[in-house]
């Protein structure tokens, strides 16, 4: 029997993290983590989900444009999606002109595409009872590259330099699998440093970071020059103070080459937020210098590749790199980032660009430039998809992983609704590889969560709109 696409269904799921301050930083002051949340039924018992990040207002939006696009899908056969994923990719992408004029391949749409697509990729790993990471390891050069998307950006990297790329390292993908099956792969953390921590949480955070295995934190930075010095100089006297190490910690050396990392081998990083102008960026790292940050991200416009570049020449005396990618929106906006040589770390978002397909493109343009990819998934569902995102780097495209980092939170609400939820982190700090057969993408929630955080009707805000106690309805 042929299994065609026959329903799907979108949520509007928000997180209330701004009750906590989870997530607050120098541009989103307030914010709720946020999911545009789409299910897909077919004929058989073959199911998907995707989704994208939003923090609160406008995720409805989101949910509207997804369910544009899931229209478009109704009717259609997986196996024929399944044997050309470029295809489909550019069907959803760029078939139509009507809703591609709302980007093009940038902004809400782009999002929205990333939903649709990512789940039809859930929705193939789930069908070979494989995690999406080991379908696409599976895949042969040829198959890899067929996959991703190329139009716009082949004067950068064309399809015969990425398959060169990927031969290269074919004989070695089972040894590279085995080697992160037993290591796990390398994580920072984020959980210790928002910018609406007070000082004692943060102190208390990054002791709990360094007690399970942690050696990279990340602090936010941007509110006030003088202050987040201070805090920087707080964390660096934690980290950097032997006695604080818990009993066995130990750092390879060759991990944290480059990286300003203190006398215990520990590795300080601040995030801006997008907060400054290139001007404002050189003047405000020049006073952060003495906490020897490994690099700044984010720290203007995201579009302004011109700027990162100026911004990576006047901090490269100072030993302080530049990284940003999250809100950059498609393989075209990376290929002027990688061209002009503007930063030095990589951190792609696969629900920013359009899905699977475009960052598979851009893990080939980052290993042509030798910029390592640490992608971004400090949020609701963004470790999930990027645990297999760093997989396939590795395992395919790199072999290189004691150099990267994932990032890693542990705030409320990122673990709890998903089914096979990610991590907790191992002894060492490193994320676990998903192996469960059933486990797809790693994105599939459970029933609860939808009935709790659904909004406006959900337990949680139909308390919180009613004006009553939104504990009990946290805690049912």
Known sequence: MSVKITSYTVHDLRFPTDVYGDGTDA????????????????????????????????????????????????????????????????????????LRWLGPEKGV???????????????????????????????????????????????TLSKEEALAILKDG???????????????????????????????????????????????????????????????????????????????????????VGKNAGPTGCVLMVDANQVWTVSETIDYMTHLAPAKPWFIEEPTAPDDAVGHAKIRKALKPMGIKVATGEHTHNRMAFKQFFELEAYDVCQMDAVRVGGFNEVLTILLMAKKYGVPVCPHSGAVGLMNYHVHVSLIDFVCVTGEMEHNVLEYVDHHFVHDPFIHPVGPVNARGRYPVPLDPEVGASIAIFDKTIEKFSHPHGSYWAAHLRGEDTQQALDA
């Open 27 to 98: 541009m989103n002051k307030s914010c709720d983590h946020s999911m545009a949340y789409i299910r897909v039924n077919t004929n058989s018992d073959l199911k998907g989900s995707g989704m994208t990040f939003s923090i609160g207002r406008g995720n409805d939006i989101l949910c509207y444009a997804i369910s544009q696009i899931a229209e478009r899908i109704i009717g259609m056969d997986v196996e024929e999606i399944f044997g050309d994923m470029g295809a489909f990719w550019e069907y959803i992408v760029v078939a139509d002109p009507q």
């Open 109 to 155: 749409m782009h999002l929205a595409s990333a939903a649709v697509v990512n789940k039809l990729w859930d929705m193939y790993a789930l069908s070979r009872k494989k995690p999406l990471w080991k379908l696409i390891a599976d895949f042969t050069p040829e198959e890899f590259v067929k996959a991703a998307a190329f139009k716009y950006v082949e004067d």
């Open 170 to 256: 074919q004989a070695r993908k089972e040894a590279r699998i085995q080697e992160v099956v037993g290591k796990g792969y390398p994580a920072y953390t984020t959980s210790a440093g928002w910018l609406g921590y007070s000082d004692e949480k943060v102190e208390r955070l990054v002791r709990d970071a360094l007690g399970k295995g942690f050696n990279h934190i990340k602090l936010k930075v941007g509110a006030n020059r003088d202050n987040d010095l201070r805090r920087c100089e707080l964390v660096r006297s934690i980290i950097d103070n032997p006695d604080n190490m818990p009993t066995g910690f130990h750092v390879d050396p060759s991990s944290i």
